[in-house]
């Protein structure tokens, strides 16, 4: 198994800042990739970024790319997401999410095994 935990969250204007952090344990070396998600009230989860656990590209839904960046640090199995000039459609609770299978479409909701439980962020206008 594999726990994450999101944190980084909060109210922001905007055109303001924030960075999430998703903090792994637990059985960190089944782990192939990790991801960020989110969902709006009232819309379905979709998806925001990913990146390889242990190197590899990084991905990001069109709406944030340009803004948005993803990290990892091995070292503390944590990921991270920058979140830089941020909209008020940004606002959504967002999830991090870890993948154990490599060669899998890291866009997919159903291609992720580990999710945590989320951590919301708010734009205002």
């Known amino acids: 198994q594999v726990q994450l935990v999101e944190s980084g969250g909060g109210l922001v204007q905007a055109g303001g800042s924030l960075r999430l952090s998703c903090a792994a344990s637990?059985?960190?070396?089944?782990?192939?990739?990790m991801g960020w998600f989110r969902q709006a009230p009232g819309k379905e989860r979709e998806f925001v970024a990913a990146?390889?656990?242990?190197?590899?590209?990084?991905y990001y839904a069109d709406s944030v790319k340009g803004r948005f960046t993803i990290s990892r640090d091995n070292a503390k199995n944590t990921v991270y997401l920058q979140m830089n000039n941020l909209k008020p459609e940004d606002t959504a609770l967002y999830y991090c999410?870890?993948?154990?299978?490599?060669?899998?479409?890291?866009?997919?909701?159903?291609?992720?095994?580990?999710w945590g439980q989320g951590t919301q962020v708010t734009v205002s206008s």
């Open positions: 990146i390889g656990w242990r190197g590899g590209s990084a």
């Open positions: 637990g059985r960190t070396f089944s782990i192939y990739a």
């Open positions: 999410a870890a993948n154990r299978k490599y060669g899998t479409n890291l866009y997919l909701i159903s291609e992720y095994d580990y």
